[in-house]
């Protein structure tokens, strides 16, 4: 794996250096670089390459134009006044600042890039039973570090240049250096006391053996014009950042292959394991972090004192003492390796070599790509599972990961892959392939044929279904249905209206409508109206939502039947499911309905006949599939099919209603720009934060992990109590981001029940496993909850048939158990045995019930609940939140919704996104940002249809205004005024000619293409003068060269 952080340029540069170094000294004797190359034994390569001196080495072959630039001596290992001043941006013989770059100075001085090997390839090398055979896997390690190294370089080593207003590129020359580490150290957050600041702070104990190479790439790029720019750090990305730690993994691989040792590929297929290394060993060695806490904590409880209260110098005192006391009572700080031995002893693993294969040649080309193209092309199909339009680097990353098992010999590889994903195409869903590619606004972007199938499909049904016939209520039926509901449509009189235009709307449509419909504002009640309509008009209505729990709460709208989208497809394709003319099938929450899930939709109902109505909000979830469906919807009905409510009525408090719209996105807007777009949400959430603040119903929760989640936890069942006492119906509920999240928040509040006594009676630990195939322990007693994660059917009463007891997401009351069954009870007071064969791992991947900890729940399954009041828990940060998650989690309440979010992961991912060494301190205020663009992050899922359309359209725009152009110097000459005709023409003509799916996009698109164009062919038109510059001058200094060469001139 690489990872890279930003070195800022006003750092203090000692401290970067003693980062880099781990507080060694510099170097006595050079180790980059011998002085006579000729004369070198080997000596200097073997320090070099087993890290036994680990304090910086220079990049072995560094130009002459760029360590001249930098003012280094290469004849000498690097010291510490020279890495400081390097570091700072600074030439190291002078301390004179770098070349500015466009007059500005520089911020970033340097990225620091960090390989990485597998835990195997560590432990190899560290218990390896020779010191020549740890030197031969480090040089492994170096060698594939270092060709990775020179692939970024390649890529970012050019410098961008703007001369008299003429822009070109120019590539050039780049350093770097090398510091091998050996350990990773655990670090933990520490509260200072109870409401006191959080930080992350390095236990000074023994951390674990992990490899791991840092590489200072200087910010500065050496052109052979004499430049001196910076890096093009725009290509170091998410995406090239694994791509170049896929590159790093493929050459590690071949490099170890080479020596002998046998290696494969680990289960994601993205990394290089030595497999003569043993699971639990790798386990062991990796554990450190974990270890260290709780042994730490587990002391201070034994002391009577309680870790949450303590101060962060007592916390800091124990961790250092009771780690010492832990098979570390000899730890100096500098005999990691002694240590390590004892623990390899203790868990009872012995190591000798890994040298037990004949080096393995590198296979023929034809079948290594052959076998690096099937495993790409089976990445990228996946990646289309869930995206319709992807980075092209995504197709380089995973031709890198193919070859890591395939065997790679350089960097071409990586491209001669592509070209045959590209030329052949791929499988997806069963379905062969075709890759578009397009570049749109500055990125190399790419879709697929089957995405733009479905796509345009969708499109043709849709047209088709909206000039269908039948499907429409009478006005009369309706305003019958509405009186016999006994519905107040008055006391909320705005509201109110909104509710009954949208009855009327979405009953007199024909074929299919689309109800936008915001959270709360009331949409299974009018759906109940509709649903008595229907049926007194002699209609069955069925109802269907992604998930089981979704669909079950349709049923209150007195529908025939219920399912989950997959449920609901697969009986439709089967025959299962029989509608006609006279049904309606109603979608909930189609926001999480993908395009192909949509298409399957619409061809059940051209052949059947039925009606179709949505009902969802864009702006609370996105499908797991590729593409966006509500967009597609959005484009091709027509606004009388399209009602909106926008108003709610589940939050009783006006202002509570007005906090919880703000999380709401307006949507997207084709009239601004995506930055003006994102201010606006910024600025909403921001509002909505302030007013939360005010209201005491937001806060930081400090601490690590455990005393987040500790405090959550008592939090909700204060709140519990205080909402019974006041004899609440609803009670509280808690939603998270993650499943993780959930298991850990659930047994912290299962943990406090019963050590209040609300948990009592023997004890019953289940082996289970959760959707994820994650293993675990669950103990049960009577009383607690646990969550489903199948739907469970059980006998009906009258013992004919079968009926639903719960769904995935459900929580469920252990009522008692026996050896083969657990009694329980579900949310609707049923009781019922059930057998513990009917909760079995299905996938028969393992024997475990799958069953997991009740109360805490995942917050796409709690779209589409109401509670009284509801806590949106956020206990690792708000880094994996969207503002259509936020929306969902902070609208689920009727009277309060609490938000509680961890202030050290706030703090970790601020510190992260900063350069390191950056001075400025990290403020509550920027905690409290970095929180709000989180939650105001609204990325729409692209369609495919879109990146074809914006060049044809691009084409079509531009013939059309070369003609206008013409037209217009054509009346000129006629002295005619062109303004009113271009009014009352162009305007109309040529703008109604023009489909009006077209046109919801050209305000949007125009803007952007308008100016790629321009920027293209300023970049054409520098380019070209530069040229012309660089030749004029060529040609002067040679005519000034044979002046010099004819001597001077006589005399007069």
Not at 205 to 229: F, M, R, W, Y
Not at 347 to 364: K, Q
Not at 384 to 413: N, S
Not at 617 to 638: F, K, N
Request: net charge neutral; glycine share 8%; aromatic share 6%.
């Amino acid at each position: 794996m690489m990872s890279f952080k930003k070195i800022a340029a006003n750092a203090n540069g000692k401290l970067i250096v003693a980062y880099l170094r781990e507080n060694k000294l510099e170097p006595r004797q050079d180790i980059g670089m011998a002085t006579d190359p000729a004369a070198d034994t080997g000596r200097r390569l073997n320090a070099y390459y087993t890290g036994k001196d680990g304090r910086g080495a220079w990049m072995s072959d560094m130009g002459s134009r760029i360590a001249d630039a930098l003012g280094v001596d290469l004849s000498r290992p690097p010291g510490d006044k020279t890495l400081e001043r390097l570091v700072t941006a600074r030439r190291a013989d002078t301390g004179t600042e770098w070349e500015a770059t466009k007059g500005r100075k520089r911020e970033i001085s340097a990225y620091d890039l960090t390989f990485s090997p597998d835990k195997s390839v560590t432990l190899a090398a560290e218990f390896a039973g020779t010191a020549a055979e740890q030197g031969v896997i480090w040089i492994a390690i170096h060698s594939a570090a270092e060709a990775a190294m020179r692939l970024v370089a390649s890529e970012v080593g050019q410098a961008r240049r703007t001369v008299n207003g003429e822009m070109f590129v120019e590539q050039g020359e780049v350093a770097w250096i090398a510091f091998r580490h050996y350990t990773a150290r655990p670090t933990l957050d520490i509260q200072d006391g109870y409401g006191g600041v959080t930080a992350r702070v390095e236990v000074p104990v023994p951390g674990d053996p992990q490899a791991h190479i840092h590489h200072l790439l200087l910010n500065i790029v050496a052109t052979e014009s004499g430049h001196l720019g910076s890096l093009d750090s725009q290509r170091i990305t998410d995406t090239t950042a694994h791509l170049y730690g896929a590159y790093f993994q493929a050459i590690l691989a071949q490099r170890l292959r080479e020596l002998g040792i046998a290696v494969h590929v680990d289960e994601r297929g993205r990394a290089i394991r030595i497999s003569a290394i043993p699971e639990h060993a790798r386990d062991a060695f990796s554990k450190r972090h974990h270890d260290t806490e709780a042994r730490a904590k587990s002391f201070a409880k034994a002391q009577g004192r309680e870790w949450a209260g303590m101060s962060a110098d007592e916390k800091y005192r124990v961790l250092y003492e009771t780690n010492l006391r832990y098979r570390q009572a000899k730890y100096d700080g500098g005999n990691e390796r002694e240590i390590w031995r004892e623990m390899a002893a203790a868990i009872g693993w012995s190591h000798d070599t890994v040298l037990t294969e004949a080096p393995a040649a590198l296979r023929p080309r034809s079948d290594r790509l052959e076998e690096a193209y099937t495993i790409a092309a089976k990445m990228i199909a996946e990646e289309f599972k869930t995206a319709a339009v992807i980075d092209h680097d995504v197709l380089r990353l995973h031709a890198a990961h193919g070859l890591i098992a395939a065997g790679i010999e350089d960097a071409a590889d990586i491209t001669r892959v592509v070209d045959m994903v590209e030329a052949r195409g791929l499988q997806i869903e069963g379905e062969q392939s075709v890759l578009h590619i397009r570049e749109r606004h500055g990125r190399v972007r790419v879709t697929n044929s089957r995405q733009l199938r479905v796509e345009r499909e969708v499109e043709a049904l849709l047209t088709e279904a909206v000039a269908a016939q039948g499907g429409a209520l009478s006005v009369e039926s309706i305003r019958a249905a509405i009186g016999r509901s006994n519905l107040d449509f008055q006391s909320n009189a705005i509201h109110g209206q909104a509710q009954l235009n949208m009855i009327h709307h979405f009953g007199r449509a024909k074929q299919i409508a689309f109800l936008m419909g915001v959270a709360g504002s009331g949409k299974t009640a009018m759906l109940s109206v509709l649903s008595d309509a229907w049926h007194q008009d002699g209609r069955k209505v069925f109802g269907a939502a992604m998930a089981w729990q979704q669909a079950e709460n349709m049923k209150g709208a007195g529908l025939d039947g219920a399912f989950a989208m997959t449920k609901l497809l697969n009986d439709l394709d089967r025959g299962r499911l029989a509608l006609d003319s006279k049904s309606v099938l109603v979608i909930d929450e189609v926001s999480q309905v993908a395009p192909e899930q949509m298409l399957r939709l619409l061809q059940h109902q051209k052949q059947m006949g039925f009606a179709l109505r949505l009902i969802g909000d864009r702006e609370q979830g996105q499908s797991i599939g590729a593409g966006d469906a509500v967009e597609l919807l959005l484009r091709h009905l027509p606004p009388e099919v399209t009602p909106e409510i926008l108003t709610t009525v589940r939050q009783r408090d006006a202002r509570d209603r007005a906090i919880a719209g703000m999380f709401r996105s307006n949507g997207r807007d084709v009239t601004i720009s995506e930055d003006e777009q994102r201010q606006r949400d910024v600025a909403r959430v921001s509002e909505a934060l302030a007013m939360k603040r005010t209201d005491g119903t937001v806060r930081l929760v400090g601490g690590d992990l455990d005393q987040v989640v500790t405090e959550i936890a008592e939090f909700y069942l204060r709140r519990r109590e205080v909402l019974a006492a006041g004899g609440a119906k609803r009670g509280i509920t808690i939603s998270v981001p993650t499943n993780e999240d959930a298991a850990l928040i659930s047994l912290a509040i299962r943990n406090r029940l019963k050590a209040r006594g609300e948990l009592t009676g023997p004890e019953r630990v289940i082996a289970a496993v959760d959707q994820r195939g994650q293993t675990f322990d669950l103990p049960i007693v009577q009383g607690d909850r646990v969550r489903l994660f199948d739907r469970i059917y059980v006998p009906t009463p009258n013992g004919y048939g079968r009926t639903t007891f719960g769904s995935n997401g459900d929580f469920v009351t252990v009522l008692g158990w026996d050896e083969k069954t657990l009694r329980l009870r579900n949310r609707d007071g049923v009781e019922a045995t059930i057998s513990l064969d009917a909760l079995r791992d299905p996938t028969g991947k393992t024997d475990r019930t799958r069953l997991g900890f009740g109360y805490a729940m995942t917050i796409d399954s709690a779209q589409g609940i109401t509670s009284d009041e509801h806590i949106n828990a956020m206990p690792r940060g708000t880094g994996s939140m969207t503002g259509f998650r936020a929306y969902v989690a902070e609208s689920r309440h009727i009277l309060r919704c609490w938000t509680m979010i961890s202030e050290a992961a706030l703090r970790e991912a601020e510190e992260h996104s900063r350069p390191l060494g950056d001075p400025t301190p990290v403020t509550l205020a920027d905690l409290w940002e970095r929180a709000i663009k989180d939650l105001a992050r609204h990325e729409y899922k692209a369609l495919g249809i879109d990146l074809l359309a914006s060049r044809k359209e691009l084409e079509r725009i531009l013939t059309l205004a070369a003609k206008l152009a013409e037209r217009r110097e054509r009346m000129f000459g006629q002295k005619r005024d062109p303004s009113e005709e271009y009014r009352n023409r162009a305007a109309t003509k040529e703008v109604a000619a023009v489909e009006p799916a077209v046109l919801c996009d050209l305000g949007y698109s125009l803007r952007k293409t308008g100016r790629e164009l321009r920027e293209a062919l300023e970049r054409q038109t520098a380019l070209r003068k530069a040229e012309e510059t660089r030749a004029r001058q060529s040609e002067l200094e040679r005519q000034q060269e044979q002046e010099r060469g004819r001597g001077p001139a006589p005399a007069m």
